[in-house]
């Protein structure tokens, strides 16, 4: 019995115009490491590659840091002391946001370890305050392929 040989489709073209993956952790340094798997899945559905998929992740652990470290006065309610990630996904980028309620926010310092750790991985990163909200937003450009 002969078989046909047939090369292996690329199915990264099929990734998703617009699409968003969201997840929600307890805003415990402890939980980082689920988001850190999301992202790397989501990275890997993408078809990126290694080195673009760990930047991604330390990008979003250290925007994680960033809040954690900042929040001023954990929120009572269970559920609004989640820290959430939203990943919104096209073929050539990544959006993340990452969103914590507290009580209040202390200013991070643009020259600390983590913001420099962020900025030097991401294309685009802000850091805002809406309310009793902090929001982290990276981006993460796919880089060309060579």
């Known amino acids: 019995m002969e078989h046909e040989s ?8 099929l990734a998703p115009a617009v699409g968003a993956v ?15 798997s999301a992202c790397a899945q989501v990275g890997a559905k993408l078809s ?15 925007a994680c840091g960033l809040l954690l470290r900042h929040a001023v006065g954990a ?8 820290l959430r990630c939203r990943f919104a996904i096209s ?12 009580e209040g926010f202390a200013s991070p310092d643009t020259q600390e370890f983590g913001w420099t750790i962020v900025t030097a991985l991401v294309d685009d990163f802000t850091w805002n305050i809406d309310g009793a909200t902090a929001h ?3 981006v993460k450009n796919r880089t060309a392929a060579v």
Not at 6 to 13: E, H, Q, V
Not at 48 to 62: F, M, N, P, T
Not at 91 to 102: D, G, K, N, W, Y
């Open 136 to 138: 982290v937003e990276i």
């Open 48 to 62: 990126w590659g290694l080195a673009e998929v760990s930047d991604l992740r330390l990008a979003v652990d250290e």
């Open 91 to 102: 073929p050539s980028s990544l959006r993340a946001t990452v969103s914590l309620r507290a």
């Open 22 to 36: 969201v997840i929600s952790v307890p805003a415990d340094p402890d939980y980082l490491a689920v988001v850190r």
């Open 75 to 82: 929120r009572s309610d269970e559920e609004e002391a989640n």
């Open 6 to 13: 047939r090369p292996i489709p690329d199915f990264s073209a």
